[in-house]
Nanobody, 120 residues
């Protein structure tokens, strides 16, 4: 499975960016997909996630500003980021998870990351 992230770039505070993650396989096979980010000197954190049936969850820091969506026909997951802040600056990674309920295991696939820079 390959995940190709795109859409990062530079934007001024208050601006918007849209990230897209294209999967090489049908995304319906994944239990969930999401976007994580890692800022310099910080741990990677979950930004937003979406389940196979469309249930979403967000980090408190992005609620009301970011929206995650999935397009099963196009095999993509998107992250619309509005009202961006300098603290949103990070490398953003696309993630897809496959859960084996019988074994109680989870396998994660990761994209290559895309840099988002928000200037004040």
């Amino acid at each position: 499975v390959q995940l190709q992230a795109s859409g990062g770039g530079w934007v001024q505070a208050g601006g918007s960016l849209r990230l897209s993650c294209a999967a090489s396989q049908r995304i319906s096979r994944f239990n969930d997909m999401g976007w994580y980010r890692q800022a310099p000197g910080k741990q990677r954190e979950l930004v937003a996630g979406i389940s196979s049936v469309g249930v979403t969850n967000y980090a408190d820091s992005v609620k009301g500003r970011f929206t995650i969506s999935r397009d099963n026909a196009a095999n993509t997951v998107n992250l619309q980021m509005n009202s961006l802040k300098p603290e949103d600056t990070a490398v953003y990674y696309c993630n897809a998870g496959v859960v084996n309920d019988f074994l109680g295991t989870r396998y994660d696939y990761w994209g290559q990351g895309t840099l988002v820079t928000v200037s004040s």
